[in-house]
């Protein structure tokens, strides 16, 4: 978690070979990114807190023999940190191929089809098949929202939605139930999506969702297609509060 602290220093660190200076309190993949260094994330998304769940932002350390997530990892002073490498190539495909495996994502008549971080992560790592057995789970679709659909097959569990839901919109209405591979987006008590007393309606969730799992109604295969860009901007004008 970036925490913001009071004094801001000046650090020095090195990132794939570059020497870069930043401010105390910065994460690992802020740095980066303002340095045009690219790190695979998916739970991630600028403007909501950082939850640490994907794994795929994992980077080396030198002197450290685990592996840290970028997005949760602050810079410290003399840190080298090392952002692509075969064995971090091998653990992110290893980590999206078990997504792949643990619900069901058939891309091909996926109303988010072209438009998804997933699919895109899996042609990024250059992954061609899975190499773990399929769960093919059967999981529910939620069509009871007038204009909103989620499909449980699709969720990768990065909790994009319960976070903005929460410190964005702050209806709260979205939460997760259960454990592990059971674990499940549910909407109030766990009720159906239509019957929510606290759901605005504002669709933020729709919006941040980088897969199939959270539409619009009435999409058709490779139609449906987020929009992020407003989730900095909200942030943004609430802390210099406009
Ligand atoms: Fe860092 Fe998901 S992006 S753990």
Request: hydrophobic share 35%; charged share 20%.
């Amino acid at each position: 978690m970036s925490a913001v602290t009071s004094t801001t220093q000046s650090i020095t660190l090195t990132i794939d070979d570059k020497a870069i200076s930043c401010r105390s309190g910065e994460t690992i993949l802020q740095v980066a990114r303002e340095n045009n260094i690219d790190i695979p994330t998916l739970c991630y998304l600028e403007g909501l807190t950082v939850w640490g769940g994907c794994r795929l932002c994992m980077v080396e350390i030198a002197a450290s023999p685990k592996l840290h997530a970028a997005c949760a990892t602050e810079c410290t002073e003399g840190m080298t940190v090392r952002t692509t490498s075969p064995r971090l190539k091998q653990y992110r495909k290893m980590i999206v191929e078990m997504l792949f495996a643990e619900r069901n994502h058939v891309c091909s008549v996926c109303v988010s089809n072209g438009h998804c971080e997933l699919q895109n992560m899996a042609t990024k790592l250059e992954i061609d098949h899975v190499r773990f057995p399929y769960r093919f789970p059967h999981l529910a679709v939620d069509n009871s929202h007038d204009y909103m659909r989620l499909d449980h097959n699709r969720c990768i569990l990065c909790l994009r939605c319960v976070r903005v839901c929460g410190e964005i919109e702050g209806a709260h209405t979205k939460d997760v139930k259960g454990r592990g591979v059971l674990s499940a987006i549910i909407h109030d008590l766990d009720e159906p999506w239509g019957d929510s007393q606290t759901c605005t309606g504002c669709g933020k969730c729709v919006n941040v969702c980088p897969t199939g799992a959270l539409t619009h109604r009435g999409t058709a295969v490779g139609e449906m297609t987020k929009k992020t860009e407003f989730l900095p901007y909200l942030t943004l004008m609430r802390e210099v509060k406009l």
